[in-house]
């Protein structure tokens, strides 16, 4: 059930920064010139097939536009269209139902304030056996649990807010964790890093990795994609630095290190 605060008054300018914690720009704008934020397209292969970033504006037909903001928080907190059906969980929502009410209710608001586009959103190219949103239900049943960020009250503030942008907002744990054959991510390994084939991975964010960088050199990388040697974060990750953590305030910035400090090592993957 929702909360009734939910239905208040957003903010949103609050809610830009909270679009820009959740990296939502980057799934759901298409990778060419001068393309329309948040009006869709952008591709996202797995072993599953690939699916595309819908658009988000709100424009009435190709977008959001005739959603409730009932209709936004059931998509973000359970996955579910407004329809009742189930969205495929390459929509992070098994990270984005820890989102506070308050920050959910801000995020509406700043979505409702963008321009509409009127660009049809791309029908995903799955293979045949994950065409149907009805199996995505037994996924849930096995591997989903919604509701909103708990904090630990054995754990300092800092520390409690740098998970919420982690597991939260940030939803590292989507590309930094490795997953089962059924598509769900390995709770003994998280942020533990992931490969994707070909030569392409996602690094170990646990002190096993982070260890070997000073905060200061790890809020850098975060603000710039720059390593201490000179190098810069591959494509994917240098989009990640420019659109999101690029874009968090230095407090945030200070929290989210701390988090990661805090979590248990893990070997590498495959170690």
Request: glycine share 12%; hydrophobic share 35%; with cysteine.
């Amino acid at each position: 059930m929702l909360a009734t605060s939910c239905f208040a008054q957003g903010d949103a300018k609050r809610g830009e920064y909270i679009a820009k914690a959740g990296g939502c720009l980057g799934c759901h704008t298409v990778e060419k010139d001068k393309a329309v934020p948040y009006a869709g397209g952008r591709a996202l292969k797995t072993p599953f097939g690939t699916f595309y970033g819908p658009n988000i504006t709100p424009h009435p037909q190709a977008g959001i536009g005739r959603w409730s903001e009932a209709d936004f928080v059931r998509a973000l907190r359970e996955g579910r269209r407004p329809d009742g059906a189930h969205y495929f969980p390459a929509f992070p929502y098994p990270s984005f139902t820890l989102i506070t009410d308050a920050d959910l209710r801000d995020l509406w608001a700043y979505m409702r304030s963008l321009p509409p586009s009127s660009r049809q959103s791309e029908p995903h190219d799955l293979g045949f056996l994950y065409r149907w949103r009805f199996l995505v239900g037994i996924w849930k049943w096995l591997f989903f649990t919604p509701g909103p960020f708990a904090p630990d009250p054995g754990q300092s503030a800092v520390l409690n807010r740098g998970k919420y942008l982690v597991t939260a907002l940030g939803h590292c744990g989507e590309c930094h964790t490795p997953r089962n054959f059924l598509g769900a991510p390995k709770k003994s390994r998280f942020l533990g890093g992931a490969k994707f084939g070909k030569g392409t991975a996602a690094s170990n964010l646990t002190p096993t990795r982070l260890g070997k960088q000073g905060d200061g050199e790890l809020k850098e990388f975060l603000r710039t994609a720059m390593t201490p040697d000179g190098d810069v974060a591959a494509a994917s990750m240098a989009e990640v630095v420019q659109n999101t953590t690029g874009q968090l305030t230095p407090q945030d910035l200070d929290a989210l290190v701390a988090y990661l400090r805090s979590l248990p090592p893990l070997p590498e993957e495959g170690k």
